[in-house]
């Protein structure tokens, strides 16, 4: 049965000073919390003590979700006195893992040979945009390794060593909201603890952008009864001021059209947005007023406002 736990110990330059960290495997994404009371002991045969207790926590596994930044805690840090292989031992609830500490001659970390990540892709898909495509393909998989892929929003995915040396896999991940996730590809040995991060992407989902709408002015009405004559505007000079000798109106959009007569008939321009025209006349047409320029071109006054 995999270990639940490993004590790991980190030997420091001087090579007295130990920090020592709690490793965990990589959970099951439905693997419930996990607290137990821990405590860490060593000895150090060169001052005769061969027990002493170090750190005492309460100490909790991390969920599918939090294992990427959780994979690892400092349990506390211990100086020995003189050179030696003393050991260490962490009791996690019922279970306990030793660890042999060699501070004589303290081996360099060798690297060993990582797999090929030959590809990884990670694209936004869906109509609403909240779903994404991981591609992956690796090379070179130990039998006793794994591959994990963290999409995010508690989703995992593994590949297994035992299934082959080169695989090839495409899954689909689905997210409840927008925002900013992070799609991280780790390898694990056969127990499920971490070896090395093999490469990590950002994946940004936003929501689809609204589509604009354009104003299109309506067709002119056709007149359904002869044009009526209303009574005349009065003359200028006598009913405006002579600073404004006429009322002024613009088109409510741009593209608005006058017509030779009242009702429509033949066009004779097309006005952009902030034309200012003046009203010299008014008539009855189609069933509504109708109201013509100075320069006798005529319009509907719906389309414009004053």
Do not use: H
């Not at 960290?21 to 137990?36: I, S």
């Not at 002991?41 to 959780?70: H, M, V, Y």
């Not at 947005?273 to 071109?297: F, K, P, V």
């Amino acid at each position: 049965m995999p270990a639940p736990i490993r004590l790991i110990p980190v030997v420091e330059n001087d090579q007295r000073t130990v920090r020592f960290l709690a490793a965990f495997p990589a959970p099951a994404a439905d693997a419930p919390p996990d607290c137990r009371p821990a405590g860490l002991f060593t000895g150090d045969p060169s001052t005769g003590q061969e027990r002493a207790k170090i750190a005492e926590l309460n100490l909790c596994a991390p969920t599918a979700i939090t294992w990427s930044a959780g994979r690892e805690v400092e349990l506390g840090v211990y100086t020995f006195a003189a050179p030696g292989r003393p050991a260490a031992s962490l009791r996690w609830g019922e279970t306990i893992a030793t660890v042999e500490v060699d501070l004589d001659s303290p081996l360099a970390a060798q690297e060993a040979p990582l797999p090929t990540l030959a590809l990884f892709v990670v694209r936004p898909e869906g109509e609403q945009q909240q779903e994404a495509v991981i591609r992956l393909e690796v090379m070179d998989l130990e039998a006793t390794q794994q591959v994990r892929v963290d999409a995010g929003a508690g989703q995992i995915f593994l590949l297994n060593g035992a299934d082959g040396a080169n695989q090839q896999a495409e899954w689909r991940a689905s997210y409840s909201k927008y925002g900013q996730y992070s799609v991280t590809v780790d390898l694990l040995d056969g127990e499920g603890f971490w070896l090395a991060t093999l490469t990590q992407s950002a994946l940004e989902l936003t929501a689809p952008a609204e589509p604009e709408t354009m104003e299109v002015e309506p067709a002119p009405a056709r007149p359904s009864a002869p044009a009526e004559p209303l009574a005349e505007v009065a003359r200028p000079e006598s009913a405006n001021p002579p600073w404004l000798p006429y009322r002024y109106v613009r088109p409510a959009w741009g593209g608005v059209k006058t017509y030779s007569a009242p009702g429509g008939g033949q066009v004779v321009r097309s006005l952009v947005l902030g034309t200012y025209l003046a009203i010299q006349n008014e008539t009855w047409a189609g069933g509504q007023i109708w109201q013509q320029s100075t320069r006798g071109d005529w319009w509907p006054p719906a389309r414009w406002r004053r």
